[in-house]
């Protein structure tokens, strides 16, 4: 009584708040890179949480949802430790084997783009959009420092596991090599006017590769000051760089990523192609060298190109445009095994033999949509959801969230649940109204009803038929009408559509 008096007293309104309970079906979102676990366990972002899928099984394994903004990035240390990184430029570390996190790092002012342990999982390095790179102490718990240099949000780095070195990228076209016992930048490497988006390390960290948005892969040499002191450029380098030359891509789009697997270096590029380079061992370098030289005829000094030390293999191609890429080698199995991270909310992995041939394995694509949802609808208890998008109609449940039957459909834009909970009826950018068997699973009825594509759709007041307007300036009505179906012995009663009165030139413009 008390409140009813107060809110007749008119001084304050009062409004409902809302806040979400949670999200479904999402395998996994293009805001950050996916990593390959161990195994058939792959690392993926999902909006604000983190998931462990097994690609294999099609289930989740895992999933870390602490965090309360965007995963921007994701690193893994030797399958065990996860590092996320967010939008608000935290970041946490989880073990696989619990859902909490153990460690909270709060460094940056802006989101995380890039997360990389180092060879012991001590040491966890962190890049940002703020051109800050941070070292942190992971079995400490805290920061060690913070490099500046970079004027551009950083986008790779590495650490070199021979010397005490970290190796920065940024969009500000340089390349930076870091001594981390004095945390000053001893060298930087040019890369012109194009902004460098990924680097990798190869041969036994004698060469540094780095891609751009221009159609080559630059290499440099990078050898060690201490074994040859007299050409050391100052008491404060540690390692000599030079520029060997340029790798010519296949592709015209920009690197995403570079990451070398065993003999081969994978060049992942800014749509559905990744391109593989067979990296030649010294052995390998020698039989090249002596061919040149029994082709030459001579036996002067002979020295190989980079395109003739990075030869290129293959491409191989997506159906889609790839967002991240990752994988580790098997080596008793002479297989390497990676996964691919789809924009269209997809993982796909693929095994690829010495040979280089590439063979798909499993994908995890069922328990989400490809495109964008266009209509979700309650069912009557408000117990499942019906989310449909250009291709597929899902009925998913309330309470676990798990999608229960999958229909494909066409592009669809409006639709309506029929009474009974069983079956949906969808309208079509062709101009189609189809009818879904939800529980089934099946296309029951497809017509041709409207010649444009149809805009809206809505039950009738007594739920026995429903009204659809499309693009061709029409309104019709149907309605739901029961029809026998024989099937031996049994029978049964399906509902079909029937068309029964039409609203023609009633709008001058399209609806």
């Known amino acids: ?38 195994g058939n ?16 099984k ?16 994701l690193a893994v240390y030797e399958g065990a430790n996860v590092a996320a990184g967010y939008a608000d430029g935290t970041i946490r570390i989880f073990k696989i084997s619990s859902t909490y996190s153990d460690v909270v790092f709060s460094g940056h002012s802006s989101a995380v783009t890039v997360l990389k342990f180092d060879g012991s999982g001590s040491k966890l390095c962190s890049g940002s959009l703020d051109t800050n790179v941070v070292v942190w102490d992971v079995v400490a718990q805290c920061g060690l420092y913070r490099l500046k240099g970079h004027k551009g949000p950083i986008t790779d780095v590495l650490f070199l596991v021979h010397s005490n070195v970290l190796i920065t990228s940024s969009k500000d076209t340089f390349i930076k090599l870091w001594d981390l016992d004095t945390q000053h930048a ?19 960290e004698t060469r540094l590769i ?24 100052s008491t404060e380098t540690k390692i000599d760089c030079e520029l060997l030359g340029a790798i010519t891509r296949k592709s015209k789009d920009r690197v995403s990523s570079l990451i070398a697997i065993g003999p081969t270096l994978f060049c992942q590029n800014n749509d559905a192609t990744v391109e593989l380079y067979k990296i030649r061992s010294d052995t390998e370098k020698e039989k090249v060298i002596k061919r040149k030289r029994k082709k030459l005829k001579s036996e002067s000094d002979v020295s190989l190109s980079v395109e003739e030390e990075f030869p290129f293999s293959k491409v191989l191609k997506c159906g889609h445009k790839i967002r991240s890429f990752s994988g580790i080698e098997l080596a ?9 991270l789809h924009n269209n909310n997809k993982i796909q992995s693929f095994d690829l033999s010495r040979d280089l041939e590439l063979t798909p394995k499993s994908s995890v694509e069922s328990l989400g949509h490809r495109n964008d949802v266009r209509t979700v609808l309650f069912t009557s208890d408000s117990s499942r959801v019906v989310s449909v998008s250009d291709g597929a109609a899902k ?71 429903f009204i659809t307007g499309s693009a061709d300036k029409t309104v019709k009505f149907w309605e739901f009408t029961l029809v026998s179906a024989n099937q031996g012995a049994n029978q049964r009663y399906v509902v079909v559509l029937r068309r029964y009165r039409v609203l023609r030139r009633s709008h001058l413009k399209p609806l």
């Open 1 to 38: 009584n008390e409140y009813k008096s107060y809110l007749r007293m008119g001084l304050t309104k009062q409004y409902l708040r809302y806040a979400a309970l949670g999200s479904w079906g999402v395998v996994a979102s293009p805001t950050a890179n996916l990593v390959y676990l161990r």
């Open 41 to 56: 366990l792959v690392v993926v972002p999902a909006l604000e949480k983190v998931v462990v899928w097994d690609i294999r």
């Open 58 to 73: 099609n289930e989740k394994v895992n999933e870390f949802s602490e965090g309360t903004d965007t995963v921007t990035s």
């Open 186 to 204: 001893f060298e930087t490497l040019t890369n012109g006017r194009d902004e460098v988006w990924s680097l990798a390390v190869c041969s036994n």
């Open 210 to 233: 780095g891609g751009s948005n221009k159609p080559e892969l630059r290499v440099w040499s990078l050898k060690s000051s201490d074994s040859e002191p007299g050409k050391r450029k």
């Open 332 to 340: 008793n199995k002479n297989v390497i095994k990676f996964c691919c």
């Open 395 to 465: 009925l998913w449940s309330c309470k676990t969230k798990h999608c229960i039957t999958t229909v494909e459909c066409g592009s669809v834009l409006c639709g309506v649940i029929a009474p009974g909970d069983q079956y949906i009826v969808v309208g079509t950018k062709k101009g189609e109204v189809q009818l879904l068997d939800i529980v089934s699973g099946s296309l029951v009825e497809s017509l041709t009803s409207h010649e444009g594509p149809v805009w809206g759709m809505a039950l009738r007041s007594d739920n026995k038929g």
